[in-house]
């Protein structure tokens, strides 16, 4: 069973960066493609950025398109989130999960980013 830990967060201010990592244990995540979500205070959570398998495609969400980054490490077996030019509203809790079957799952605890204006 794939046990996911995210880190990485804090607090920056805006424009500022942050790389978020996910690392992957008791299985290896190199055939799953991978997800990275957040939930702000009140809010649902939602999608952020998504690689496949073979990293060749990645997706993102309009809000972070051109900022954000998502690539992943197979000898690492870890996922990461690159995040650039950040602003107030990327303030939330980001989770990554595997995607497998079309459901994503396995989620990790989160890491909170706070962006302070």
């Known amino acids: 069973q794939v046990q996911l830990v995210e880190s990485g967060g804090g607090l920056v201010q805006a424009g500022g960066s942050l790389r978020l990592s996910c690392a992957a244990s008791?299985?290896?995540?190199?055939?799953?493609?991978m997800g990275w979500f957040r939930q702000a205070p009140g809010k649902e959570r939602e999608f952020v950025a998504r690689i496949n398998w073979s990293s060749s495609s990645t997706s993102y969400a309009d809000s972070v398109k051109g900022r954000f980054t998502i690539s992943r490490s197979y000898a690492a077996n870890t996922v990461y989130l690159q995040m650039n030019n950040l602003k107030p509203e990327d303030t939330a809790v980001y989770y990554c999960?595997?995607?497998?079957?079309?459901?994503?799952?396995?989620w990790g605890q989160g890491t909170q980013v706070t962006v302070s204006s």
């Open positions: 999960a595997t995607n497998r079957a079309g459901a994503f799952g396995d």
């Open positions: 008791g299985a290896t995540i190199n055939n799953y493609a």
